[in-house]
């Protein structure tokens, strides 16, 4: 029999001013294996996890269900707490009467207070099912892959290099540098590009850590965390490059705009990075005039693709600075200059005399060949008029998108991306630079459109998180893998067909056929278990019985009301 | 008569519904006490005798809830829910039971205001449903 603690939290008044804490710790003393039920001000405070630690001691108790916030930022703690006491922390379980009940029936206390006691009576019946459990450890081969040899990838490199950590960049092209590399100065404080790509080009070629693959594509990816096997083709060979850690550093590209404003139709109408070539040869327009957001922030591809209003102001002030006939005018929606350095450019491009214009979606500038030139007739919103600028070249802002392979290359990564075909990292907050997926990384651009800065900073940072891994020499797995009894199994596959890591194999063992779970690919999402016709398929801490369990308490409590 | 309050399960994943229903919490979104979660880290691990047993057991809706197609935190899992749970409706009403008793939808971790929807729209639906005609039958 199990011997379940119940502690009840009031976190201050957040949760008490809704629901009756002393009703519902009465409540939870008659179920069933309950032993001890309380209730603490502040669970997770130290005096409130000393007195569960206390309480499980004295109590002997061996199941141990907290009622209080949520396990998505909480489990973690009240899991320690547990370890502490002595109790594996598998045997925790974690009802939310806050975010999903205190907080959404504020004006409804009655209710409230009955759901708790429901959700309550829930959580002791999966735990008294709960079964301890033992983490398992796989080893890590001490090898990092950097897909991607731009500026973010070649940060990265360096940094895994410098580190002591055997690296492969794997670049695509037949050099290095990516985006960048069609671009001269760096903003805000125009220096060099080359500078900074040929200084990391020289590190990665003087480590004996380092080893680039130019012209080279992946083209399989195979394993998980630790024991990835990445498989790269070209020049027709093909090579096969055992890793402990990935991070993938595609960056993104420019969007080429289709017919509008007369580009390609008229030779003065060019992108910014053609311009960016135009001023690296020394082809410097006396007069330009800047579209922004061409192609973005707007319907079917709404967002800001951030870096361009930077780029515009940047190269606006190398006109202006370089010419002093200049005339430059920016047309923008908005103007982004985030950052502190960045917002010093534009009160010099204004004090050096940039007029900045302001267009909105209804009435979008248009580009019309005159006799002399081209002519950009703008409506100007703040001053409500008609405004014509002549102007030697139109410069399109356009935002940058994601790779046409990014695609092909999440799904050889099994990595989400999102709408506009940017990579998903896990969490913005809580795990940046990561992929839900362990041991693979994301950074730079082919996450979203990002600044020089912004890409080192990132592929700085995705090298730090993915020495972790390779450093400690082996990962931990979290018990929440499934595996089948090989006494109910069938052998029929359906499991191994719904697996979408491939951690399922038939295997014949002492003259039986059954599904075994490779449990350091196991992500522990539980698809197999629903596919299973037997139940032979279970995932650890949530088991068919388990499961089914809450589901009786929950109807026994509600039979019990009426 | 008291007017009638369902009981309603609802599955919700880890990764995008949860936190939903989470975010929907923090923001202090107020909807009906009828639902009960029970967290699981796929919608795709959901078995359609969960969802059984709830309505034979006289639980009066059940609430499937996942991460947008494409977004799902284990690529493709919530494609298996998506065609898995029609079927369960159509089982359901196979056997006599409003197959409106049984929703899918999906709900990602920045949506409080969607899961404060979906929840509120399922617990109407389903009082216009009435009670479960399974409620308190004995086996």
New interface residues.
């Given amino acids: 029999m199990a011997r379940v603690g119940v502690f009840v939290c009031h976190c201050g008044l957040n949760i008490a001013s809704t629901v009756d804490i002393e009703k519902v710790v009465a409540y939870a003393r008659g179920l069933p294996d309950v032993v001890v039920a309380e209730h603490n001000l502040y669970s997770c405070s130290e005096e409130g996890l000393s007195s569960i630690r206390k309480s499980i001691e004295k109590n002997k108790l061996d199941r141990v269900v907290v009622a209080a916030c949520?396990?998505?930022t909480h489990e973690p703690l009240f899991r320690k707490t547990c370890e502490l006491a002595g109790v594996n922390k598998y045997l925790f379980e974690f009802v939310?009467i806050?975010?999903?009940?205190a907080?959404?029936?504020?004006?409804?206390p009655l209710?409230?207070t009955?759901?708790a006691e429901?959700?309550i009576a829930?959580g002791v019946a999966k735990a008294r099912l709960l079964e301890p459990q033992k983490e398992t450890e796989s080893s890590v081969i001490p090898t990092a892959v950097v897909i991607g040899g731009g500026l973010t990838g070649l940060t990265a490199a360096a940094s895994l290099a410098a580190q002591g950590i055997d690296t492969h960049l794997i670049e695509r092209e037949e050099k290095l540098g990516g985006v960048l590399g069609d671009v001269e100065v760096i903003s805000p404080e125009f220096s060099k590009s080359g500078d900074l790509i040929g200084q990391l080009v020289k590190e990665l070629k003087g480590s004996r850590h380092a080893k680039v693959h130019l012209g080279a594509k992946v083209v399989a990816v195979s394993g998980f965390i630790g024991n990835f096997e990445v498989t790269v083709e070209g020049k027709g060979k093909q090579e096969k490059i055992p890793a402990g850690a990935i991070i993938l550093a595609t960056g993104a590209q420019e969007f080429m705009p289709k017919g509008e404003y007369g580009f390609k139709e008229m030779p003065e109408v060019v992108t910014q990075l053609e311009l960016e070539r135009r001023l690296a040869s020394g082809n410097v327009p006396r007069r330009a005039v800047f579209i922004q957001c061409v192609g973005s922030r707007q319907p079917g591809r709404e967002y800001c693709s951030r870096i361009c209003c930077n780029a515009s102001l940047k190269n606006a002030l190398r006109i202006v600075r370089t010419r002093p006939d200049s005339r430059v005018s920016i047309i923008h929606r908005d103007i982004m200059s985030y950052g502190t350095a960045s917002e010093r450019l534009y009160r010099e491009a204004s004090d050096r005399g940039v007029v900045f214009l302001r267009y909105g979606l209804e009435r979008i500038p248009k580009v019309v060949r005159k006799k002399d030139g081209v002519v950009v007739e703008v409506y100007d919103e703040t001053i409500d008029e008609m405004v014509d600028l002549d102007t030697d070249l139109v410069v399109l802002a356009t935002p940058m998108v994601s790779r046409e392979d990014a695609r092909d290359l999440g799904k050889l990564l099994?990595v989400?991306l999102d709408?506009y075909g940017f990579f998903?990292e896990a969490h913005v907050k809580l795990r940046p630079v990561e992929f839900?997926t362990d041991g693979v990384f994301i950074a730079g651009s082919a996450r979203w459109p990002s600044s020089v800065t912004e890409c080192m900073g990132q592929g700085l940072a995705a090298a730090a998180k993915a020495s972790i891994p390779i450093r400690r020499g082996k990962v931990v797995v979290e018990a929440?893998t499934a595996s089948a009894d090989p006494d109910r199994c069938a052998a029929c596959g359906n499991c191994v067909i719904?697996c979408?890591?491939e951690a399922i194999e038939i295997v014949e063992e002492h003259g039986k056929r059954y599904a075994k779970v490779n449990e350091t690919k196991c992500?522990?999402?539980?698809?197999c278990?629903?596919?299973c016709p037997n139940?032979a398929m279970q995932?650890r801490g949530?088991t068919?019985q388990q499961?089914?369990s809450?589901?009786?308490a929950?109807?026994k409590s509600?039979?019990e009301e009426t | 008569m008291a007017e009638f309050?369902p009981?309603i399960?609802a599955f919700c994943c880890?990764?995008c519904s949860?936190?939903g229903?989470?975010l929907?919490?923090?923001s202090?979104?107020?909807?009906?006490?009828n639902i009960?979660?029970?967290?699981?880290?796929?919608s795709?691990?959901?078995?359609?005798?969960?969802v059984l047993?709830?309505i034979s057991?006289?639980?009066d809706g059940v609430l499937v809830l996942g991460c947008h197609i494409?977004?799902?935190?284990?690529?493709?899992?919530n494609h298996?829910t998506a065609k898995?749970m029609p079927l369960v409706q159509k089982v359901l009403k196979e056997v006599g039971i409003d197959e409106k008793r049984l929703r899918l939808d999906w709900v990602s971790a920045s949506e409080g205001e969607k899961f404060?929807k979906v929840v509120t729209d399922f617990v109407d639906e389903v009082k216009q449903l009435g009670p479960n005609p399974m409620r308190?039958v004995k086996w």
């Fill in positions: 949520t396990p998505r939310n806050r975010e999903h009940c907080w959404i029936h504020i004006k409804e209710s409230a009955d759901k429901k959700l829930m099994k989400p709408k998903l839900a929440i719904a979408p890591y992500k522990g999402c539980g698809t278990v629903a596919a139940d995932q949530f068919s499961l089914s809450m589901i009786d929950l109807i509600t039979e | 309050s009981t399960l880890n990764w949860y936190a229903a989470d929907a919490g923090v202090r979104l107020q909807m009906p006490p009960h979660i029970i967290r699981v880290m796929c795709a691990s959901v078995k359609p005798e969960y047993k709830a057991g006289g639980v494409g977004d799902c935190h284990y690529m493709t899992g298996r898995r404060q308190g």
